[in-house]
């Protein structure tokens, strides 16, 4: 039985080493007028280039650029936008962690690519495949505020950031991409707008060509809707487990047809997961998905542990995973 | 309202007391000596040395404004939390997570049983007090907010940390006490956001202040406050500070729908800009406050800390608040 591992998403941009804090330190020169724009450019590049290697170290199969160029999850994707600009900060879900908050002004428009230089680099320099992460437009719009009339409502604002991340994803489709991850942790606290979602993940899967579309979702529990996740035009479905400890039983029991990426490896917490117990999880989830071709991953991006940690965490999912299949790891 | 405990604890204050959240911005001097300290080119008492000149000098600073109730400042502090983990025993030092753009804090890992062993903030509290004889507020981080930004390795659950963190907490606050604090905040900027678990919270807080004499402040700030709003005042304490000028006095419309029944500490400036709001500006704030509470319940004070501020930003900032509260004193103490 095949047990492919994956990261989720981000990986720590810092660490405590002073080669770790390469892109801090040139930020803050560039800010003081002392580096230029290309210089931070060349320490992202260069911190990339370590959290790829860390995530091959560690055994990761596919593996992302750790969205180490990323400002947040939010201002990243919408501030490259017409029609928006990027406002104060507010806080990520339950984090101790704040992005900026986008204020659409009018009409959303994609002048130009959003992360497919991100990707290519990535893509160049791993010997793995990488995997293209995006978060999805219904959180984009969930945590945009409008002025001015703005784009004319919610409505509009869902419309215009999904004809934008449709249009990235066939870029990055085209580009080589195998594996296009779309966010949406904004869906688990607000379920009743699962329409709405469904409408916009419909738009972004007629876009993906040969790729396959994942529709993750993380910081809260899946389980209440979770039977409606299995009508979605979506190739691999992203769950995190640890909100839950009973949602491992709705899979088994209510099975999935779709390709899962089991979140059971906490990226919140340093805590280290009792290997075992993990396994029996997984036996479990054998009973409802195809473990033939299901990923096991961190419940959510690294970004929230310190390196080591995070590091740790991903050499744990082969700890997991030789557990499983009953060989010593 | 709470006057008569305050008078109770031998302290009458006027109308509108005016106060801060608590920190202010560390002056030049010290954040060199910080600097120097970290690179091993001074000893920890020159550092303390420098910690005490600015506590001074903040003291002095407020004395001068006219602030009713002061703070120390916490000079002595990097990190609210990190600073308290770094003396309780049970916590490890984590390594450096992002706070947000290219900010980052060093995140603690709770690693085994939490436990006070010594007063952690009371040699600081003590200086202070000698320079003032204003009432000065002792100020702790609270359990829920401790643990929210901690990592968890030891305890099983996240309620179990935080009542343990909240037994080892009362330590601290019954120390103040002891010496003589006789107003106490317990910052919980966390509480807001885990609205679920608010009971926790509130069982935590229950824990920390139970019968002990002193008037509670807890400070509450940039979350979705309209989510734990009424249950948020079943938190026992007398005075619940709230950033309400960051999200334009949007909180006043909850207080419309369910009453708000306990004394406030009003934010009545931003302190995540560098706009220095005019006198007029703030005196309007309070205004509106008053529409819907009772004069004697409402304390004046910045949204939040004023350490990401300039020293002269943090100053001016607090010249608006206590010149518009005096303003507003003189024309409603005979209403």
Not at chain 1, 227 to 235: I, K, M, R, S
Not at chain 1, 307 to 323: E, F, M, S
Not at chain 2, 131 to 136: C, D, E, H
């Amino acid at each position: 039985m095949e047990l492919t591992l994956c990261n989720h998403s981000s990986y720590p941009r810092i660490g405590d080493d002073p080669e770790h804090q390469l892109l801090r330190r040139t930020i803050a020169q560039r800010d003081k007028g002392e580096r230029t724009d290309d210089a931070v450019r060349a320490a992202q590049d260069r911190m990339t280039e370590l959290a790829l290697a860390e995530q091959a170290e560690a055994g990761v199969d596919l593996v992302t650029d750790g969205q180490i160029r990323w400002s947040d999850p939010i201002s990243h994707l919408a501030g490259k936008l017409a029609g928006v600009r990027v406002n104060g900060l507010l806080r990520f879900f339950d984090t101790n962690f704040y992005f900026r908050q986008p204020v659409v002004q009018g009409m959303l428009e994609r002048t130009g690519p959003l992360v497919l230089d991100e990707f290519k680099f990535a893509q160049e320099k791993s010997a793995r495949p990488v995997k293209a992460v995006l978060t999805g437009p219904y959180t984009l719009a969930r945590y945009s505020v409008e002025e001015n009339g703005g784009a004319g409502g919610f409505e509009k604002v869902l419309e215009g950031y999904t004809a934008a991340l449709a249009a990235e994803v066939a870029t990055l489709a085209a580009a080589g991409a195998t594996v296009i991850q779309v966010e949406e942790p904004a869906l688990l606290k607000y379920p009743e707008d699962f329409p709405r979602l469904e409408r916009s993940l419909t738009a972004l899967a007629m876009s993906k060509d040969s790729a396959q579309l994942a529709l993750v979702l993380y910081f809260g529990d899946p389980a209440p809707i979770y039977d409606h996740l299995q009508t979605l035009p979506v190739d691999l479905l992203g769950l995190d487990f640890t909100y839950n400890p009973s949602l491992v039983d709705r899979v088994a029991s209510n099975g999935t047809a779709r390709t899962l990426m089991l979140g059971l490896v906490d990226g919140r917490n340093t805590r280290l997961e009792d290997p075992a117990t993990t396994a029996r999880q997984i036996e479990k989830l054998a009973r409802g998905a195809d473990l033939n071709r299901a990923y096991l991953s961190p419940s959510c991006g690294l970004e929230f542990l310190p390196r080591d940690r995070a590091r740790q965490k991903l050499r744990h999912l082969a700890v997991i995973r030789n557990t499983f299949l009953g060989s010593p790891s | 309202m709470s006057r008569a405990k305050l008078q109770g604890l031998g302290i009458d204050l006027p109308l509108f007391p005016i106060t801060s959240v608590g920190s202010f911005p560390k002056p030049d001097f010290l954040l060199k000596a910080r600097t120097d300290f970290a690179n091993g080119k001074i000893s920890r008492g020159a550092l303390e040395k420098a910690v005490r000149q600015a506590t001074a000098f903040w003291i002095r600073q407020q004395e001068k404004l006219g602030v009713d109730v002061l703070v120390d400042g916490e000079m002595y502090r990097g990190d609210m939390v990190a600073y308290f983990a770094e003396y309780l025993d049970g916590f490890e030092p984590g390594g450096l997570v992002r706070s947000y753009g290219n900010r980052y804090y060093h995140k603690p890992i709770i690693t085994g049983e939490v436990h006070w062993d010594e007063p952690i903030t009371l040699e600081w509290w003590k200086y202070a007090r000698g320079l003032t004889s204003k009432p000065l507020k002792g100020m702790v981080t609270g359990p829920y907010t401790m643990m929210d930004w901690s990592f968890i390795e030891y305890y099983p659950d996240r309620r179990t940390a935080c009542l343990a963190l909240a037994k080892e907490i009362r330590k601290e606050v019954e120390a103040l006490i002891e010496e003589g604090a006789k107003i106490i905040q317990i910052d919980e900027p966390a509480v807001s956001v885990r609205p679920e678990e608010l009971p926790v919270a509130i069982e935590a807080m229950h824990i920390v202040t139970d019968g002990l004499p002193a008037y509670f402040i807890t400070h509450i700030c940039y979350g979705a406050f309209e989510n734990i709003y009424p249950g948020v005042l079943d938190l026992p304490v007398d005075n619940v500070d709230l950033e309400m000028s960051n999200s334009g006095l949007d909180m006043l419309d909850l207080f419309k729908k369910s009453r708000y029944t306990k004394d406030i500490s009003f934010g009545a400036v931003d302190v995540h800009t560098h706009l220095v709001e005019e006198e007029q500006v703030v005196e309007q704030r309070l205004r509106q406050a008053l529409e819907l509470l009772p004069k004697e319940a409402i304390w004046v004070d910045p949204d939040c800390g004023l350490k990401t501020r300039t020293v002269d930003e943090a100053i001016a900032k607090m010249q608006s608040v206590v010149t518009a509260a005096k303003a507003l004193r003189a024309v409603t103490s005979d209403e």
